[in-house]
């Protein structure tokens, strides 16, 4: 499937859902993608990116940002705190704030930076034990939390279980996010991302629908 596919897929679900075109953001999930592809997808016209590691963002996109100055790089992988510095240098939005430790430290760099990127809570819809994200129960409090640290919380980030129907998270983090007063929904995969949308999605993640399957073990 294409760029180009999936944009059209995007927009028939914006339609199919009475939103309006361009309310659901594309993020090409370009991890562990070799760089032709990935070049291959900005030389479309595309510029949102999702990366999982801080590290193999830092090889790839100070690079490609010489030469595409619009794009904006999203951390969709769990971020530890050690690396919390390097990440708001690169990336323009951060999907999975999930716990106190990591709230302080951005707060902490926010001051020392004088910037702080678009951050989402990432909810652990499903409790799995495997799985990063606050537990559903914890999200209020833990958002209240962020907002006293002056972060700039723009929404929630979800990643369902993959035996369960995604639509029942999808709705759960959009109750959540309402109650909250938060219109950012980072949710929807390459098989699900339709599903997501029509439950109020603003940023889908898909990889392989759009680059083909990876080429590394994750």
Same mark, same amino acid.
């Given at each position: 499937?294409?760029?180009?596919?999936?944009? @059209?897929?995007?927009? +028939?679900? $914006?339609?199919?859902?009475?939103?309006?075109?361009?309310?659901?953001?594309?993020?090409?999930?370009? +991890?562990?993608?070799?760089?032709?592809?990935?070049?291959?997808?900005? @030389? $479309?016209?595309?510029?949102?990116?999702? %990366?999982?590691?801080?590290?193999?963002?830092?090889?790839?996109?100070?690079?490609?940002?010489?030469?595409?100055?619009?794009?904006?790089? /999203?951390?969709?992988? *769990?971020?530890?705190?050690?690396?919390?510095?390097?990440?708001?240098?690169?990336?323009?939005?951060?999907?999975?704030?999930?716990?106190?430790?990591?709230?302080?430290?951005?707060?902490?760099?926010?001051?020392?930076?004088? /910037?702080?990127?678009?951050?989402?809570?990432?909810?652990?819809?499903?409790?799995?034990?495997? +799985?990063?994200?606050?537990?559903?129960?914890?999200?209020?409090?833990? &958002?209240? @939390?962020?907002?006293?640290?002056?972060?700039?919380?723009?929404?929630?980030?979800? &990643? *369902? *279980?993959?035996? $369960? %129907?995604?639509?029942? /998270?999808?709705?759960?983090?959009?109750?959540?996010?309402?109650?909250? !007063?938060?219109?950012?929904?980072?949710?929807?995969?390459?098989?699900?991302? %339709?599903?997501? &949308?029509?439950?109020?999605?603003? /940023?889908?993640?898909? !990889?392989?629908? &759009?680059? !083909?399957?990876?080429?590394?073990? %994750?």
């Amino acid at each position: 499937m294409s760029l180009q596919n999936i944009q @059209e897929k995007i927009s +028939k679900a $914006e339609q199919n859902a009475h939103r309006s075109a361009g309310s659901a953001q594309l993020i090409a999930v370009s +991890k562990v993608q070799p760089n032709a592809r990935v070049r291959a997808v900005l @030389e $479309e016209g595309h510029c949102v990116f999702g %990366e999982n590691r801080v590290q193999e963002a830092a090889a790839k996109w100070p690079d490609f940002r010489k030469d595409f100055t619009d794009v904006s790089v /999203h951390l969709i992988g *769990p971020l530890q705190t050690n690396k919390a510095r390097q990440a708001m240098q690169l990336f323009d939005a951060i999907h999975t704030v999930d716990r106190p430790k990591l709230a302080q430290t951005i707060a902490r760099l926010a001051q020392e930076l004088g /910037h702080c990127p678009d951050l989402f809570v990432q909810v652990n819809t499903g409790e799995e034990e495997q +799985k990063a994200g606050v537990a559903p129960q914890d999200a209020d409090s833990f &958002i209240a @939390e962020c907002r006293a640290l002056d972060l700039p919380i723009k929404g929630l980030m979800c &990643i *369902p *279980p993959a035996d $369960e %129907e995604a639509s029942l /998270h999808f709705a759960l983090l959009a109750k959540i996010a309402k109650r909250n !007063g938060l219109d950012g929904l980072s949710m929807g995969m390459s098989s699900d991302f %339709e599903r997501a &949308i029509a439950l109020g999605a603003t /940023h889908v993640r898909v !990889g392989s629908a &759009i680059f !083909g399957e990876r080429t590394t073990e %994750e």
